[in-house]
């Protein structure tokens, strides 16, 4: 009996999704389970599995195409059916030989049709550089290759090949990369290029153009001496590693500072809701992660209750999972605050834009030595400027500047954070 496949309901504000790529075409053997397709949506990228064995009659939407929750993406024709449909009589004037049968199902199992378990991120990492993803070994679940996975062995690839000298004394070629489309325009060499944006990319647009035109955003500005954190970091950098083994960063720092400052500032940790706030006694911190595919917020669940080691491997894990496109949709629903660090990137002073319906959000910009003047003298401090961008509808401009304050003081004395 036919089967289809359908976009599958991923959470309720995820309605539709975009056809990345098929892994699979029509007239190939599946087995249930199997990936057959990949969509991105504008949160996550997931697999759709066959829902039952047999031939892949029909693919109703393309690579590149928008579809509904629920549209039906493909048939399935069981086995059975599919085998009755193409069987032919064999010919009055030759025997096949025992095992004939058998021997033809076998060579049917090629590399074209039993495609390599990856995720989009590693697929696109692969079309870029060239790489054989056949030839890549997984380091994801059941062998899965990950878009590190693709980068280690180009790297690999390319180390091998400084590494070997023809005749001439000259290094290699390196291998061609697949040119991307351009457009020629008459009267010179000056291209242009058309790419279609991603559905994550489409949708981080209008978020922040909604931001923009729905809430009453405002900006305040403080700095913050970064010498504390830093010596204590350093004094237990290396204990810290070995007990728990991932690094001590700023970013705990400031989620622990974030959380203290919000139960005493409680409206920044709210929402509106038509003509009500809805004041929200637990903190789940959102952490601004930048990908290859674009801007994700994932969530650190009741960071309240999360040690300084367990906020910076969630973090890091975090990180690794955007970039490798494997957050799931519950790492990113929800959060009540967000921290956003374009330090990371460079970027010494920024406005956030607000990540509705959150009514507040701190930006961390990178830290640079500057002349401070301490005890009426001029001294060299790492220092750093803090950002608060609020929904003025709600939060008043005292309470975001002394929010901002006790952000600094806590940060500037960390053993405090203890006390809080």
Not at 33 to 62: F, M, N, R, Y
Request: hydrophobic letters at 45%.
């Amino acid at each position: 009996m036919p089967a289809n496949v359908v976009v599958p309901e991923v959470g309720e504000s995820i309605v539709d999704a975009r056809v990345a790529k098929w892994l699979k075409k029509e007239g190939d053997a599946v087995n249930v389970g199997e990936p057959l397709v990949e969509l991105e949506t504008d949160k996550i990228d997931l697999e759709v599995a066959a829902p039952q064995a047999g031939v892949l009659k029909s693919i109703a939407h393309g690579d590149g195409a928008d579809v509904k929750v629920g549209e039906v993406l493909g048939v399935i024709e069981d086995a059975s059916s599919a085998e009755a449909a193409t069987a032919k009589p064999p010919a009055a004037s030759t025997s096949a030989p025992a095992g004939a049968t058998a021997d033809k199902k076998a060579d049917a199992k090629t590399p074209e049709t039993e495609k390599k378990r990856a995720t989009p991120a590693a697929r696109n990492a692969a079309q870029q550089n060239a790489v054989d993803l056949t030839l890549v070994a997984g380091s994801g679940d059941a062998g899965r290759v990950m878009k590190r996975d693709v980068e280690s062995t180009f790297a690999a690839r390319a180390e091998a090949a400084a590494a070997t000298v023809d005749k001439s004394g000259k290094p290699p070629a390196r291998p061609a990369i697949p040119p991307r489309e351009a457009r020629q325009v008459e009267g010179g060499d000056r291209t242009e290029e058309r790419v279609r944006m991603s559905k994550r990319r489409a949708t981080i647009a209008k978020r922040l153009l909604e931001a923009q035109s729905t809430a009453a955003m405002l900006t305040t500005f403080n700095e913050v001496d970064m010498s504390a954190v830093m010596a204590l970091r350093e004094r237990h950098k290396q204990s810290f590693k070995e007990r728990h083994g991932v690094g001590l960063g700023i970013a705990s720092f400031f989620v622990k500072s974030s959380i203290a400052a919000l139960r005493a500032f409680p409206r920044i940790n709210a929402e509106i809701q038509g003509d009500e706030m809805v004041l929200k006694q637990y903190y789940d911190i959102g952490v601004a992660v930048g990908a290859s595919e674009g801007l994700v917020v994932p969530v650190l669940r009741d960071a309240d209750r999360l040690s300084f080691a367990q906020i910076e491997r969630q973090i890091r894990e975090y990180a690794k999972r955007a970039e490798d496109g494997t957050l799931s949709l519950a790492d990113l629903k929800g959060g009540t605050f967000t921290i956003t660090n374009g330090g990371v990137f460079g970027s010494l002073l920024s406005t956030p834009i607000l990540n509705p319906p959150q009514v507040g959000i701190l930006g961390l910009h990178a830290i640079q030595q500057r002349p401070v003047g301490v005890n009426g003298q001029i001294v060299l401090r790492p220092m750093m400027y803090v950002a608060l961008t609020y929904d003025h509808r709600i939060v008043d401009g005292a309470e975001a500047v002394q929010f901002l304050v006790r952000i600094k003081q806590l940060v500037e004395d960390p053993g405090a954070l203890l006390l809080d």
